[in-house]
């Protein structure tokens, strides 16, 4: 069973990987957006071999489903230029402390996990998911509640934005 879980995560980690290179190295906001939508399955992926459905469902459901096609939206109301400011190709340097903030901050990570070893693993507590409603609908409820209506106004901001640019032209 061991075996099996190394496969698995080695598929997701590969499906992860290669949704986030489509995603940032496409010229095509479509495409980066199709591999942003691999990489958040593959999240979900990672989701359930931590045992944890839910988790699992709510990345689909929140960032696949609703987040994706938010961005999707945004990109098909907005008529990019084909000769905008970054249609042409970057100049080197840019390439070169894109790669040097990539590797620093995983070096220093790498370092300290492989200098500092974790002392004792804990067991979390199990948490049921009526646990978890009760403490957002509960505890949590104002801001389960303002974090939607940041969402909303962020829409309707985005909304309100293109109409203004569409109703200039």
């Known amino acids: 069973m061991e075996v099996m879980a190394k496969v698995a995560f080695s598929v997701y980690t590969l499906i992860i990987l290669g949704g986030s290179i489509v995603a940032v190295s496409s010229s ?10 691999t990489t958040l399955i593959g999240v979900a992926g990672m989701y359930m071999l ?15 489903g609703a987040v994706s096609v938010l961005i999707f939206f945004a990109v098909m109301l ?3 230029e084909k000769g905008g400011d970054e249609s042409g190709a970057a100049p080197m340097k840019t ?5 040097a903030a990539t590797i620093a ?22 948490v049921t998911i009526k646990q978890l409603g009760l403490e957002l609908m509960g505890s949590y409820f104002l801001p389960f509640e303002l974090i939607s209506v940041i969402l909303m106004v ?6 309100l934005l293109t109409w203004e640019k569409r109703g200039k032209r």
Not at 154 to 159: D, E, L
């Open 105 to 126: 901050p995983a070096a220093v990570l790498g370092w300290l996990v492989m200098t500092r070893p974790v002392e004792s693993i804990a067991v979390p507590a199990e």
């Open 28 to 37: 095509s906001l479509v495409r980066a957006l199709v591999g942003l939508i």
């Open 78 to 80: 907005t008529r990019a």
């Open 154 to 159: 962020a829409m309707s901001g985005a909304v």
């Open 95 to 99: 390439y070169v402390f894109g790669l």
């Open 50 to 64: 931590l045992a944890t459905p839910f988790m699992a469902f709510m990345q689909l459901l929140i960032y696949v």
